[in-house]
T-cell receptor, first 111, second 114 residues
Framework: AQSVTQPDIHITVSEGASLELRCNYSYGATPYLFWYVQSPGQGLQLLLKYFSGDTLVQGIKGFEAEFKRSQSSFNLRKPSVHWSDAAEYFC?????????FGQGTRLTINP | DADVTQTPRNRITKTGKRIMLECSQT?????MYWYRQDPGLGLRLIYYSFDVKDINKGEISDGYSVSRQAQAKFSLSLESAIPNQTALYFC?????????????FGPGTRLLVL
């Protein structure tokens, strides 16, 4: 069965600083991978996805993620964060039938 | 995303009561899902449905039931609510084809069971 681990429960960065959120997955076949963002009081919004092809994928709001098969990772990055990026971020892997989510990483932005 | 709506958005109920959470979508998707979110646990799948006649249990279906009344409607019921069902509940939808892998979420229903 597939699983996802997000090692960091809470990360704090300063506005304008770079960001990397970690995601490690376990799945026997080629995974479909996703990052979702949940702003306070909101549902989940898709940031980006990886199905196949180029291992560096671009998403909305200036986010990107890199798929590294050898490390079973799909880390999310942004070169310069904005106060509006404060939210909870979820990595997910799609298996045979269902989507499995990581525990989430809460991002706090210091002014 | 206004294409997936959930009612109510907030609900307080008492132990033992039966409650229903409703989900409607205008995206025309065949597949619908119910998840619950608990702090530190991410989202866990309760039930999912690939069409009106197809209902499947997820990883935490005990204590819950669902009804797929139409392609656009998928309801989640708690037959006899208990305090550990206090959580944030999300409905999601997905389409067919490669885009079937992308799930679109409603705004959530926050449920408190006293």
């Amino acid at each position: 069965a597939q699983s996802v681990t997000q090692p960091d429960i809470h990360i704090t960065v300063s506005e304008g600083a770079s960001l990397e959120l970690r995601c490690n997955y376990s799945y026997g076949a080629t995974p479909y991978l996703f990052w979702y963002v949940q702003s306070p009081g909101q549902g989940l919004q898709l940031l980006l996805k990886y199905f196949s092809g180029d291992t560096l994928v671009q998403g909305i709001k200036g986010f990107e993620a890199e798929f590294k098969r050898s490390q079973s990772s799909f880390n999310l990055r942004k070169p310069s964060v904005h106060w509006s990026d404060a939210a909870e971020y979820f990595c997910a892997v799609k298996g045979a039938q269902k989507l499995v989510f990581g525990q989430g990483t809460r991002l706090t932005i210091n002014p | 995303d206004a294409d997936v709506t959930q009612t109510p958005r907030n609900r307080i109920t008492k132990t033992g009561k039966r409650i229903m959470l409703e989900c409607s979508q205008t995206k025309g998707h065949d597949r619908m899902y119910w998840y619950r979110q608990d702090p530190g646990l991410g989202l866990r799948l309760i039930y999912y449905s690939f069409d009106v006649k197809d209902i499947n249990k997820g990883e935490i279906s005990d204590g819950y039931s669902v009804s797929r009344q139409a392609q656009a409607k998928f309801s989640l019921s708690l037959e006899s609510a208990i305090p550990n069902q206090t959580a944030l509940y999300f409905c999601a939808t997905s389409d067919l084809g490669q885009e079937r892998e992308i799930q679109y979420f409603g705004p959530g229903t926050r449920l408190l069971v006293l």
